[in-house]
């Protein structure tokens, strides 16, 4: 008999590992610590506690979210690697793009460039910018630098040759003389696209994370010999582990990534064109725009590094449940960007966690209940916040509650800051949008960021606080595939660019072997820009003229003038992703009679009601104040904002005195 499979979404994060899964048209939810360590220790952990492991339990397919490749760049924690480029460039990477962070200082200190465990090998070849080759590569060029690596000795290996994107065929001729057992990357194969030092950049993350994300998919692999396992990449895309591993740079927004999926999903499913997404878990907030679709870029900058791989674009900071406070050096109160983590976590787990945290002062306020945490499975203490927060107020001369509310608005500060960054830097007015929330901790601040935006209308999906783990599986397989121009755009033809999107397609589809034509969802984009830009717009393609025109109405929109010169064809793009299966999954419907209510003192609010969002009916239109607990996240209503129960299971809120929003 046919045995269904159960699909699981997995995000582990700093603090908590979450899991969807969707089985026989029902969707169910889990939350647990994360094990930083060993992260795929939770995730056996998680599956057993959900019965998934079962001998009768169904077959599995399982998406994941992975921090390690993010983790590993922060810490500096990579492979020893050889990084292999043209010589007389040996500096590339070190030398970058010379940009300064602070344009007007006059004094900047050195800029802080760290390649650790790498070192750079010159090889004699050259080629020119028309991709003619110049000086070729001699066998004596390959037998002397395969020498001075086996003196290196390393464990992985970048190449990243001039203008290889035009010409691949020598890193191809060194890639055949390196020893089987490196990882290696070649700059043409992850990122043919001009910008020597970008894209050596890629390269070098690439192989310098590789080893550790293979080995870690590995291990989750052997662990689970008899399940399909596939991973979220950085567009939003998901793809099967075992290519993940040869692509670790595409991990590095992995576990944000599926939350923006999820509101993409949620955005076509619900008709909500314009959304504002903040997903605030136990270690960092990462904020969005998702306008129909999430918007990708090629300039995320991660830690010390510039990423030109496409990725969702996506602003994070160091903000979340478990964001510490402490006292500067000047005696202000500050919040982050170091957290708790799982263990020992805030004070209030009693796990031996000392410093106060945005969650214990949460529970100090009464806004998170004890009783409620993670569905009663784990009890908060609400004594051990108290004292943190005492201790932490002492120097500052200032009560436990007056701490609490500090932090939370220094803490709202910051996320404010990055909507803003990413509206109106962008050219967007954030009251014209829809605030989501997602994450464990997103409801608690979901109204507070709302007002100070000028926001009258939010929303709360379902499983809001696992809501990334919903998007591993909500997602479609696929991949974004790139291609450098660089031509007059009036010297290109719609033939010619017709048949680099083909060879494109063509290559795409090589992941997808077994998929016919009609399983593809196919977008292409090209880059245009005017001459002596640097950086070029993306638009639809359709032909030259349409782009065109199209090219010059978003430059006018985003910069106010258009420029009476010659227009570039700088790139295409490709995404090509498998046509996704609708999650069809039923809701627990709940009536009036079920719906529960107690009260809570929370400051500022006085006596606060609250309720479990299961047991409120479709329809139901609730005044604030008010509080809404769940197994895996809290929703705070302040007094001036009502929500109502959709039919579709999302928590639609209200500003009652700003009224409707239109």
Not at 491 to 515: I, K, M, P, Y
Request: aromatic residues 6%; hydrophobic residues 40%; contains cysteine.
């Amino acid at each position: 008999m046919f045995r269904q499979v159960a699909r699981v979404g997995i995000d582990t994060g700093g603090t908590f590992t979450d899991f969807v899964v969707f089985e026989k048209g029902h969707l169910r939810t889990h939350k647990l610590l994360s094990t930083p360590d060993a992260p795929e220790r939770s995730i056996m952990e998680g599956l057993k506690a959900l019965g998934l492991l079962e001998k009768d339990s169904p077959p599995l397919r399982i998406c994941h979210g992975s921090t390690i490749a993010t983790n590993a760049l922060l810490e500096g924690k990579g492979a020893r690697t050889a990084f292999i480029t043209n010589e007389g460039f040996e500096d590339l990477l070190v030398l970058g793009r010379q940009a300064r962070e602070s344009l007007y200082n006059l004094t900047p200190p050195p800029a802080q460039r760290v390649f650790p465990d790498t070192e750079c090998f010159g090889v004699a070849v050259r080629c020119e910018a028309n991709g003619r080759l110049l000086q070729p590569l001699t066998r004596k060029a390959i037998e002397d630098l395969v020498h001075r690596l086996k003196r290196y000795r390393p464990q992985a290996v970048a190449v990243n040759l001039l203008f290889s994107y035009l010409r691949p065929n020598e890193e191809k001729e060194l890639l055949s003389y390196l020893d089987d057992d490196l990882f290696v990357t070649l700059s043409s194969d992850l990122l043919p696209r001009h910008g020597e030092y970008e894209r050596g950049l890629a390269t070098w993350l690439n192989a310098w994370l590789g080893p550790l994300v293979q080995g870690y998919l590995n291990r989750l692999q052997r662990l689970l010999p008899e399940v399909e396992c596939s991973v979220m990449q950085s567009s939003g895309l998901t793809t099967k582990a075992k290519d993940a591993a040869r692509r670790a740079v595409h991990l590095l927004l992995s576990g944000p990534a599926g939350g923006v999926a999820s509101a993409s999903y949620i955005a076509a499913k619900h008709a909500e064109p314009r959304l504002l997404t903040f997903d605030m878990g136990g270690t960092s907030t990462d904020v969005s725009l998702v306008m129909g679709t999430a918007s990708l870029t090629d300039q995320s900058k991660i830690g010390p590094y510039l990423v030109a791989i496409p990725m969702i674009d996506i602003q994070t900071i160091g903000a979340g449940g478990g964001s510490i406070a402490t006292v500067d050096e000047a005696g202000m109160l500050i919040v982050g960007p170091d957290s708790a983590g799982a263990r020992p976590g805030p004070a209030c787990y009693a796990l031996g966690g000392a410093q106060a945290t945005v969650t214990d002062a949460h529970l100090h306020l009464g806004y998170l209940l004890p009783e409620h945490f993670l569905g009663g499975r784990m009890k908060l203490d609400p004594t051990l916040a108290e004292q943190a927060l005492e201790v932490l107020g002492q120097p500052l001369g200032m009560t436990s509650t007056q701490v609490a509310e500090g932090i939370l608005q220094i803490v709202n500060e910051r996320m404010v800051q990055a909507l803003r960054m990413i509206t109106l830097e962008r050219g967007h007015d954030p009251a014209a949008f829809t605030l989501c929330c997602f994450g464990g901790a997103g409801g608690l601040h979901l109204c507070a960021l709302a007002d100070s935006l000028g926001i009258t209308r939010a929303l709360v999906p379902e499983h809001s606080g696992v809501l990334s783990a919903f998007g591993m599986i909500a997602a479609p397989a696929g991949r974004e595939l790139i291609q450098d121009i660089q031509r007059p755009l009036e010297e290109c033809s719609n033939t010619h660019v017709h048949a680099q999107f083909q060879r494109l397609e063509a290559q795409g589809r090589q992941d997808f072997a077994n998929a016919s034509v009609e399983d593809f969802q196919i977008e292409r984009w090209v880059g245009l820009r005017y001459y002596g830009q640097l950086y070029a717009i993306q638009v639809p393609w359709s032909d030259l003229r349409q782009a065109e025109q199209d090219f010059v109405a978003q430059h006018l929109d985003r910069y106010g003038f258009r420029l009476d010169k010659a227009i570039e064809l700088v790139f295409l793009r490709l995404s090509i992703r498998e046509v996704a299966e609708q999650l069809e999954y039923s809701m627990d419907m709940a009536d009036a009679a079920a719906m529960k209510t107690d009260t809570f003192s929370a400051t500022g609010f006085g006596q606060t009601q609250v309720f479990e969002r299961c047991r409120i009916p479709v329809g139901e239109t609730l005044k604030g104040p008010a509080i809404l607990v769940e197994d895996i996240a809290t929703t705070l209503v302040p007094p001036s904002w009502r929500l109502t129960k959709r039919a579709d299971g999302l928590l639609e809120l209200v500003n009652s005195e700003a009224g409707p929003a239109t």
